[in-house]
């Protein structure tokens, strides 16, 4: 048993909305994705197995999209049109991040399909939801996180006109989508209380600017704007430098140095031990410890024999020692390094190995799994369908097409089969 097992969900989303019927595919939900008959433009994304491009072969369509179904119909024909409805007569929730009205437009909004199946959940994802001024304007992943106020967080301060970064992997499209599964579990735990479903206007514009964290509040309440720092938190105010590079070029996070007397005292120790402590063992460090005392020249000069001290050792030496000493410091990683770390591949089981049939019934590759670990309910990821891979069961096993009718479909056009 599964945590969402005994779920049909319908999925209509490309980029933006994608990975919430994955994780929804991964926890156990069969999940539909509707694709045109020639396969999502999200297949054509690279990079690609042994670097040959192929609507099967993309790995971007491969991390967003496992644990799926592929049925492919032409929505821009009444015929398509006309499966998907019947689809939905059966769905518990109908994903989609079309932009606003163009379901609507075609006899798929949720007034019309809530009217044969009172239980439906549909969330739409849009860039700006649907309605306002912004409803129609165009937008992306980078667009998000710019408008957002994300991007305005992540840059440098030690670089002279350095502009504002936009942070790695789709990070905008990641954060519309883990908002709008939120939305979509709770409206499904109403409605297993009420038998009634209903629909999400989820916004992306809206989701990245809740995740500024203080920035809004800095400046209702102290009027103050954050600025960016160089590998750390934006501040209102500066903050020390937490990068600090170790002896075998990699870089560690540092911070916390004077959170507390007995913390300080332990660092010290460890340094001294190695006769790299210079004048830190003097009081008016663990004044400052004690927070009593607070002065910048100091501080600053205990940070520059601490960074001395970490660019004598290794990063893993660092890391290792501190965390012994429970400060929560810890390696800058590139993310393949995390693939042989025995806490994720070992203990955690990070790391699933999933079958790809298609190559060979033995024939596995590695993808990163559980954000999250049910200990009663187990994932069930499986690989990403095949274009059209489903097709022709969905329509003949749920839908119950004859052959003949799949072979006529299939020849005009409305339907392909994998």
């Avoid at 694709?35 to 072969?57: A, M, Q, V």
């Avoid at 179904?69 to 006309?82: C, F, K, R």
């Avoid at 209903?198 to 992306?204: C, G, H, R």
């Avoid at 001294?272 to 830190?280: R, V, Y």
Wanted: aromatic share 10%.
């Amino acid at each position: 048993m599964t945590a969402l097992n005994g779920l049909l969900v319908v999925e209509l989303c490309g980029e933006r909305g994608q990975y919430m019927g994955k994780l929804m595919g991964d926890m156990g939900a069969r999940v539909i994705k509707i694709e045109p008959p020639k396969g999502s433009p999200e297949r054509n994304i690279g990079p690609f197995k042994d670097d040959k491009p192929g609507p099967n072969s993309s790995l971007y369509f491969w991390a967003r999209n496992t644990s799926k179904e592929s049925l492919t119909i032409d929505l821009e024909s009444p015929e398509g049109v006309s499966i998907a409805k019947k689809l939905l007569k059966k769905a518990d929730v109908f994903l989609e991040d079309r932009d606003p009205g163009v379901l609507e437009s075609i006899g798929l909004g949720y007034d019309i399909l809530k009217k044969s199946n009172k239980k439906l959940v549909m969330t739409s994802l849009t860039a700006f939801g649907q309605d306002g001024p912004y409803r129609d304007y165009r937008s992306n992943d980078l667009v998000a996180l710019a408008m957002g106020g994300i991007m305005h967080s992540c840059g440098y301060d030690d670089v002279p006109d350095s502009p504002p970064i936009r942070p790695s992997g789709g990070h905008g499209d990641f954060i519309s989508a883990h908002y709008g599964l939120i939305g979509t579990m709770s409206a499904l735990f109403y409605r297993d209380f009420t038998g009634v479903g209903q629909y999400l206007d989820v916004s992306a514009h809206e989701a990245c600017s809740s995740t500024t964290e203080a920035s809004i509040p800095t400046y209702l309440y102290l009027n103050k704007e954050v600025f960016r720092q160089t590998g750390r938190h934006q501040g209102a105010m500066p903050t020390p430098k937490t990068l600090c590079k170790t002896l075998d070029g990699k870089y560690i996070i540092v911070f916390q140095l004077f959170n507390n007397l007995n913390s300080w005292m332990s660092l010290v120790k460890w340094m001294s031990e190695k006769g790299m402590a210079e004048d830190l063992e003097d009081e008016k460090y663990k004044d400052m410890a004690r927070h009593i005392t607070a002065n910048t020249e100091d501080s600053d000069h205990a940070f520059e024999v601490v960074r001395n001290f970490i660019l004598n050792h290794t990063a893993d030496e660092i890391y290792r020692g501190a965390q012994e000493l429970k400060y929560p410091w810890g390696i800058v990683r590139s993310p393949e390094e995390n693939l042989d770390d025995p806490h994720f591949l070992n203990d955690r089981g990070m790391f699933e190995d999933i079958r790809h049939t298609e190559f060979g019934n033995e024939v596995t590759y590695k993808y990163a799994g559980r954000p999250y670990n049910f200990k009663g309910t187990p994932w069930n990821a499986f690989r990403p369908p095949l274009v059209g891979e489903h097709t022709s069961c969905i329509l003949n096993q749920d839908l119950k097409y004859s052959e003949q009718e799949i072979e006529n479909l299939r020849l005009s056009g409305i339907i392909s089969t994998e």
